[in-house]
């Protein structure tokens, strides 16, 4: 009889803690037959971080083609649980193929892991009964294991986990396990800095003293915003390159809400120019905040707080600078809601681009980070892991764009949402916030998440030094072309699209679970053709990487509260020429409120020491050699842009870096 012997290649994960103790065995799996539990009795010395260590199995028959390798741990004496995290298991076989099976997962004690390994199959290609039992039953296990939870029937559906301890090994992804400590600890750091100031209902008896916050930690750009932030051209310029450059629209027509006239703005154009030219020439823009109107204000006790809902004019000037020339506080024109303009008294003017940049600040997390990124995400997230399996193709394209999503929309619903959390005391309020989710949830369309198409719709193709718009658009042609060559290689075909029944589904539940069935969203039910799948993939891709880039990564840089505070404690003016700087500080938050919102800001911008930048795969997960070239591919042409905008920053006097590939990550992780 002879033996047959498979030598097996196991890498353990590159993170802390990945379980050195624990005894581990292996069983493989082929099409003639399955060899016996081998234990891998080496020292504990080959489970440390990073390392791979060769081991050979024998059987005393061939095993045929190796189908699956199954990976359990047993306690090591009694020691308590020691998880494992296990990268990848290379198999030899006796005629010298190598098979790659991707792990990357941690491994708990009396779990039985199997993996699958080889190239990626779509479900409709499984020949042998063996797995196609088996994928059946992982998308079984996956469908018990990922739940859909809602917590609003108006709102995108989540995962059902209500803490980070209920998560399941798997998803727990490559971040150590101390991770869910980590924000504790960071809070409490945080605390311990502002000493003093924390919880302090101490009011500001000068603007200058806030940047005492700023001691400990600032920024380039946090600097300049304390030193700009009363100046128009600056005002001007966060909608496009600020924090929320997803609001402004090119103006053709006034609203009728919003009677400005020919005579207020005059002084503000061109000499001799009208409103009525420069809107034909394309260079008036609106942001109007309607979509805040109605929303009740935060109300503790007994005291309440005042939403406005405004709209602000801007005026693309000769010298390239959007410039605000009219503001309008609330919805709805009366003499109590004038229309404010840049020749008012100083403070009058400086009020009113207040109250927008405070709306603004709300409508951004609101709507445009927490439910257009976060909770976007984990809708792709939850779907891919419950419709896909990992031997799927867009599973291994996808999975590393959900890396640490569950986790940190997890742990953000109880920092950000919770009692007394930042919002709980923000003008709008956790009820207002969920109102404003709500109404803009019914108003999504799968076209605004496209970037080109949401350029087009708010006319802004041509308008100058945005480059928000100059830097993601570039990103999501690469970003475009990189899955268009993965999706065509896996489907050559729209038929191949339309067979495979895992990926229907799984647009399915994105359609229902994000877009809850609204057909006028735009978002497709179901893929007919494979430039559809490429469209939608592009799409998941960009919102979780670019997007939240885009509107995470400035919040500590744009946290000097004047200039956007999330809490305002007084109506704004309803005539003119009564304010002064004390009305000003008078409406800021207290020292303790401030504290918090920096504090947030900053704890939203905090880095893992692990960040895994966008095009960065450090998980093998593909064996075959075409998505390898085109990972490749795909990061050359990230890096060229990379060096292209660190050069166009070095020419401006405001660098956008915020949509530089070197800062964006695969994954919505904070
Ligand atoms: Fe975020």
Redesign the pocket.
């Known amino acids: 009889m002879t033996m047959a012997e498979y030598k097996l290649k196991v890498t353990t994960g590159s993170v802390q803690y990945v379980g050195k103790m624990d005894y581990k065995y292996i069983t493989l799996i082929g099409t003639e037959g399955q060899s016996e539990r081998t234990k891998l009795d080496n020292f504990w010395i080959d489970f440390q971080t990073r390392t791979t260590r060769t081991y050979t199995i024998k059987s005393s028959f061939s095993l045929g083609k190796v189908l699956l390798v199954r990976v359990e741990k047993d306690p090591f004496l009694f020691l308590p649980e020691d998880e494992w995290y296990c990268a990848k298991i290379v198999v030899t076989t006796p005629e010298g193929d190598d098979t790659l099976f991707p792990c990357y997962r941690w491994i708990k004690r009396g779990e039985e892991v199997e993996l699958r390994g080889g190239k990626a199959m779509k479900g409709f290609e499984e020949e042998h009964a063996l797995l196609i039992e088996h994928r059946k039953k992982e998308l079984e296990l996956r469908k018990n294991t990922y739940l859909w939870a809602v917590n609003d029937d108006k709102l995108p559906h989540n995962s059902h986990f209500k803490d980070v301890s209920e998560m399941q090994a798997e998803v727990r992804c490559s971040a150590s396990k101390s991770d869910e400590l980590r924000y504790g600890r960071l809070i409490m750091a945080i605390e311990l800095k502002f000493k003093g100031m924390v919880g302090s209902s101490e009011r500001w008896d000068d603007i200058e003293n806030m940047k005492r916050i700023f001691w400990f930690k600032k920024t380039e750009m946090s600097e300049y915003v304390s030193e700009h932030w009363k100046e128009d051209d600056f005002f001007g310029f966060q909608f496009l390159n600020g924090v929320n450059p997803n609001v402004i629209e090119r103006c053709s027509k006034l609203p009728p809400n919003f009677p400005v006239t020919e005579e207020m703005v005059k002084p503000f154009l061109r000499d001799g120019s009208t409103l009525k030219t420069e809107m034909e020439k394309g260079n008036i823009f609106l942001c109007d905040q309607k979509i805040m109107d109605g929303i009740p204000a935060w109300t503790k006790d007994g005291n309440s707080l005042h939403m406005t809902a405004g709209l602000c004019l801007f005026y693309m000037n000769p010298e390239s600078k959007l410039m605000p020339i009219a503001i309008q506080l609330y919805q709805q024109p009366s003499e109590q809601n004038p229309i404010f303009l840049p020749s008012d008294p100083e403070t009058d003017w400086l009020l009113a681009k207040l109250y927008v940049r405070s709306v603004d600040m709300m409508e951004y997390e609101a709507v445009h ?2 439910m257009n ?2 909770y976007l995400a984990e809708v792709f997230a939850v779907a891919t892991l419950r419709c896909l399996p990992v031997i799927h193709p867009l599973y291994k394209l996808l999975i590393p764009h959900f890396r640490y999503t569950l986790q ?1 929309n997890t742990i ?1 619903r109880q920092i950000l949402l919770g009692p007394d959390a930042v919002f709980d005391v923000s003008t709008i309020g956790i009820e207002g916030l969920k109102e404003v989710m709500r109404r803009a949830q019914s108003k999504m369309t799968y076209s605004s998440l496209c970037l080109p198409e949401n350029i087009t719709a708010r006319g802004l193709e041509s308008i100058p030094n945005f480059y928000y718009r100059d830097d993601g658009l570039k990103l999501w042609n690469i970003i475009n072309g990189f899955v268009r060559s993965v999706v065509e290689y896996y489907y050559p075909s729209d038929s191949d699209v339309r067979e495979d029944t895992e990926l229907q589904e799984w647009i399915t539940e994105i359609f229902t679970h994000g877009f809850l069935g609204n057909k006028l969203s735009g978002c497709p039910a179901c893929f007919n053709t494979a430039q559809e799948v490429v469209k939608f993939i592009t799409v998941v891709i960009f919102t979780v990487s670019v997007q ?1 880039a885009a ?2 990564n400035g ?1 500590f840089d744009y946290s000097w509260v004047p200039n956007g505070s999330l809490q305002l404690l007084k109506p704004p003016p309803t005539t003119k020429g009564q304010s002064n700087m004390k009305t000003i500080l008078d409406i800021l938050p207290n020292v303790g409120h401030t504290v918090k919102f920096v504090a947030t800001a900053w704890l ?1 911008t905090d880095k893992y020491t692990d960040v895994v930048p966008l095009g960065t795969y450090p998980e093998e997960r593909f064996d075959e050699p075409d998505p390898k070239r085109m990972i490749k591919e795909f990061q050359a042409e990230l890096s060229y842009l990379s060096e292209e905008i660190a050069e166009r920053n070095h020419q401006l006097k405001v660098p956008y870096s915020y949509l530089s590939p070197t800062v964006i990550e695969n994954s ?1 992780t ?1």
Do not use: A, E, K, M
């Open positions: 980070h927490l990124t976060h940190i953000g939240h509107v995470n919040q939203l919505v904070i």
